[in-house]
């Protein structure tokens, strides 16, 4: 008879699973699911046993509050991370936590500021055109694939300035291994397996990366505003694996969170015609507010994470219970964009949800798909500038359809994307 082991006396309800692996594996086939069974059974806070350790789970708007804004000092975002993330890539913004970050992330800002993405945004729109032209030359098209290199050439594009052509493609080639091995829960490098082959694809691009450094410190700009140039002029210093770690987290996430929900934002307007041909009346006017409201409904029915995990470093405590030091705790974005109470018929995807005279959505951290708080995304105004520049392209000049009979079904690692990639057929108008 299999054992679950049951939380300590004082902390939280729950269980924390079989020996060993705890609850891992019903997380992460369905983390919504996952949340929802527990919810119902224990309430807004319960304990589980997820990436080795105990954790305890905050849901709603008041547990993404408490963890995002309110008590952060009791919380570690390098200690949130799995053993993959951290052995893979070491160090970067979202790794880091205290004085440390705050200084990496006032030194990356201005790369990531309005006036910095404007100048860049020819170019983000040259790539856009480049890209989606060439669906047209296969009769289908992997939405999944094909977004996650143009977002990679843009996300190139804002973090390492202009690239060499073959180390471009070179990083492009290493960067999908690489990032299957980032929440891998054996880190061992082991042949043939994920994380094996995300420790070679590192290898190459830590090289490709350094050659990129060196051209960059033999012509260094005096006001180059992508982030290797802003990071070498803040600390001429820094060490190249102190700088290869950082550009390896920033093109991750400013890469794969964006190509996740372009591809479901293309797979939703391909089942609501209705909205696409408003979207297309829209584009002849000034106002902007349906296709704001398509990218807000994409984010809450489809966040590109389920939630997020921190470390717990001081022992806090809340709702009545005591959570220890040691501990991980996790809010579930996921879980709190499905609420009921929150969204009328939470299952739908609804633009006009956000809209007179419904106004879903006003309530603080009930849309938590970027994170929340002081350290909300730092790529936001990035990632909604290229979601609007692609959806603009795309409703200007194409048509596109679904491919019938395909699995549309979530998966959530490494980040929520349909199982089959999203396969359309594509024709210009």
């Given at each position: 008879?299999?054992?679950?082991?049951?939380?300590?006396?004082?902390?939280p309800?729950?269980?924390f699973?079989?020996?060993l692996?705890?609850?891992?594996?019903e997380?992460a086939?369905?983390?919504?699911q996952?949340?929802?069974?527990?919810?119902q059974?224990?309430?807004?806070?319960?304990?589980?046993?997820?990436?080795?350790?105990?954790?305890?789970?905050?849901?709603?708007?008041a547990?993404?509050?408490?963890?995002?804004?309110?008590?952060?000092?009791?919380?570690?975002?390098?200690a949130?991370?799995?053993?993959?993330?951290?052995?893979?890539?070491?160090?970067?913004?979202?790794?880091?936590?205290?004085?440390?970050?705050?200084q990496?992330r006032?030194?990356?800002?201005?790369?990531?500021?309005?006036a910095?993405?404007?100048?860049?945004q020819?170019?983000i729109?040259?790539?856009?055109q480049?890209?989606?032209?060439t669906?047209?030359?296969t009769?289908?098209?992997?939405?999944?694939?094909?977004?996650?290199?143009?977002a990679?050439?843009?996300?190139?594009?804002?973090?390492?300035?202009?690239?060499?052509?073959?180390?471009?493609?070179a990083?492009?080639?290493?960067?999908?291994?690489?990032?299957?091995?980032?929440?891998t829960?054996?880190?061992?490098?082991?042949?043939?397996?994920?994380?094996?082959?995300?420790?070679?694809?590192?290898?190459?691009?830590?090289?490709?990366?350094?050659?990129l450094?060196?051209?960059?410190?033999?012509?260094?700009?005096?006001?180059?505003?992508?982030?290797l140039?802003?990071?070498?002029h803040?600390?001429?210093?820094?060490?190249?694996d102190?700088?290869?770690?950082?550009l390896?987290?920033?093109?991750w996430?400013?890469?794969?969170?964006v190509?996740s929900?372009?591809?479901w934002?293309?797979?939703?307007?391909?089942?609501?015609?209705?909205?696409?041909q408003?979207l297309?009346?829209?584009?002849?006017?000034?106002?902007?507010?349906?296709?704001?409201?398509?990218?807000?409904?994409?984010?809450?029915?489809?966040?590109?994470?389920?939630?997020?995990f921190?470390?717990?470093?001081?022992?806090?405590?809340?709702?009545?219970?005591?959570?220890?030091?040691?501990?991980?705790?996790?809010y579930?974005?996921?879980?709190?964009?499905?609420?009921?109470?929150?969204?009328?018929?939470?299952t739908?995807?609804?633009?006009d949800?956000f809209?007179?005279?419904?106004?879903?959505?006003?309530?603080?951290?009930?849309?938590?798909g970027?994170?929340?708080?002081?350290?909300?995304?730092?790529?936001?105004?990035?990632?909604?500038?290229?979601?609007?520049?692609?959806?603009?392209?795309l409703?200007?000049?194409y048509?596109?359809?679904?491919?019938?009979?395909q699995?549309?079904?979530?998966?959530?690692?490494?980040?929520?994307?349909?199982?089959?990639?999203?396969?359309?057929?594509?024709?210009?108008i």
């Amino acid at each position: 008879m299999k054992r679950h082991i049951a939380p300590p006396a004082g902390c939280p309800p729950g269980s924390f699973g079989l020996p060993l692996i705890g609850e891992i594996r019903e997380w992460a086939a369905d983390p919504l699911q996952f949340a929802q069974e527990r919810a119902q059974r224990y309430g807004p806070i319960w304990s589980t046993h997820l990436l080795g350790r105990p954790c305890v789970v905050l849901l709603e708007p008041a547990g993404n509050r408490f963890m995002l804004s309110q008590a952060t000092q009791h919380f570690s975002w390098r200690a949130g991370w799995g053993r993959a993330m951290l052995r893979l890539i070491g160090g970067g913004l979202s790794l880091t936590d205290g004085q440390q970050h705050d200084q990496q992330r006032h030194i990356l800002k201005p790369a990531f500021a309005h006036a910095a993405l404007q100048q860049l945004q020819p170019q983000i729109q040259q790539l856009i055109q480049a890209q989606i032209q060439t669906w047209l030359a296969t009769d289908q098209v992997c939405l999944l694939q094909r977004l996650q290199a143009l977002a990679f050439d843009v996300a190139l594009l804002v973090v390492c300035g202009r690239t060499p052509a073959p180390i471009a493609e070179a990083l492009h080639h290493d960067f999908a291994a690489f990032t299957a091995g980032l929440f891998t829960p054996v880190p061992y490098p082991i042949p043939a397996t994920p994380y094996y082959r995300a420790q070679q694809a590192g290898r190459r691009l830590r090289q490709n990366l350094g050659y990129l450094i060196e051209l960059r410190r033999l012509s260094l700009q005096p006001d180059a505003l992508d982030s290797l140039s802003l990071l070498l002029h803040a600390d001429p210093h820094q060490t190249d694996d102190q700088l290869i770690s950082e550009l390896l987290l920033l093109l991750w996430a400013g890469h794969d969170t964006v190509a996740s929900l372009l591809t479901w934002i293309c797979i939703e307007l391909a089942q609501q015609p209705e909205i696409l041909q408003r979207l297309r009346q829209e584009m002849n006017t000034n106002h902007h507010s349906l296709l704001d409201h398509v990218l807000r409904e994409a984010e809450r029915l489809h966040p590109p994470a389920p939630g997020g995990f921190r470390g717990v470093v001081e022992a806090f405590e809340y709702a009545g219970y005591h959570v220890p030091q040691g501990w991980l705790a996790m809010y579930s974005s996921v879980y709190t964009h499905q609420m009921p109470s929150l969204w009328h018929n939470p299952t739908q995807f609804n633009p006009d949800r956000f809209a007179a005279p419904s106004n879903e959505g006003k309530q603080a951290y009930s849309l938590v798909g970027f994170g929340g708080g002081p350290r909300i995304c730092i790529g936001l105004a990035l990632a909604q500038i290229e979601m609007r520049l692609v959806i603009r392209e795309l409703l200007a000049n194409y048509d596109w359809q679904l491919v019938p009979n395909q699995d549309l079904r979530p998966v959530w690692l490494p980040t929520n994307q349909p199982r089959s990639g999203g396969l359309i057929t594509i024709q210009r108008i």
